[in-house]
T-cell receptor, first 110, second 113 residues
């Protein structure tokens, strides 16, 4: 079992829809939870991170962590075609290496 | 790409040849990483460095070696390239030991024939 599991998609939604991207993790020691966005043929870029449980909001993006169920979510409101990319979740413990999910490919249809 | 360059950006090489990929940063970050990205596997850590001449293995280090003689440069060497090492290689940097905020380079697409 991979330490961080992510549905590869692809996921296709119409412009303006709310997008929900999800991951699960298995290591109870993980404290940091990140979402990276990767455009085609580019390097990943850090989108958001949270420490421990709870929600974090940044504009149209909300990251949510539920440590009791080991579930990580990213919500995108009012999705735009420019949001079309692969989204990678990642987790790690304090002073430990990050483990990445395999990524979910998202397409926003105009 | 946060002051990180990788060279070459594309390379085709033959099985059995040595290959060296270079990562150069202008951010003066202490930590540098090499990842490979393959379909269905996501990003997997090959090696990382926590200072000049200080390196450690990641989860997929077999067949790879690294060196860091200057803060700004981190080299990845495939000692004898195999077809299973065909991949996209990303360098990343971070400031601190927590390493959750990593900045990635543009990647090197390597094909081993």
């Amino acid at each position: 079992q991979k330490e961080v599991e992510q549905d590869p998609g692809p996921l296709s939604v119409p412009e303006g829809a709310i997008v929900s991207l999800n991951c699960t993790y298995s290591n109870s020691a993980f404290q940091y939870f990140m979402w990276y966005r990767q455009y085609s043929r580019k390097g990943p870029e850090l989108l958001m991170y949270t420490y421990s449980s709870g929600n974090k909001e940044d504009g149209r993006f909300t990251a949510q962590v539920d440590k009791s169920s080991k579930y990580i979510s990213l919500f995108i409101r009012d999705s735009q075609p420019s949001d079309s990319a692969t989204y990678l979740c990642a987790s790690g413990g304090v002073a430990s290496k990050i483990i990445f999910g395999s990524g979910t490919r998202l397409s926003i249809r105009p | 790409d946060a002051g990180i360059t990788q060279s070459p950006r594309h390379k085709v090489t033959e099985t059995g040849t040595p290959v060296t990929l270079r990562c150069h940063q202008t951010e003066n970050h202490r930590y540098m990483y090499w990842y490979r990205q393959d379909p269905g596997h996501g990003l997997r850590l090959i090696h990382y460095s926590y200072g000049v001449k200080d390196t450690d293995k990641g989860e997929v280090s077999d067949g790879y070696s690294v060196s860091r003689s200057k803060t700004e440069d981190f080299l990845l060497t495939l000692e004898s390239a195999t077809s299973s090492q065909t991949s996209v290689y990303f360098c990343a940097i971070s400031e601190g030991r927590g390493s959750y905020e990593q900045y990635f380079g543009p990647g090197t697409r390597l094909t081993v024939t």
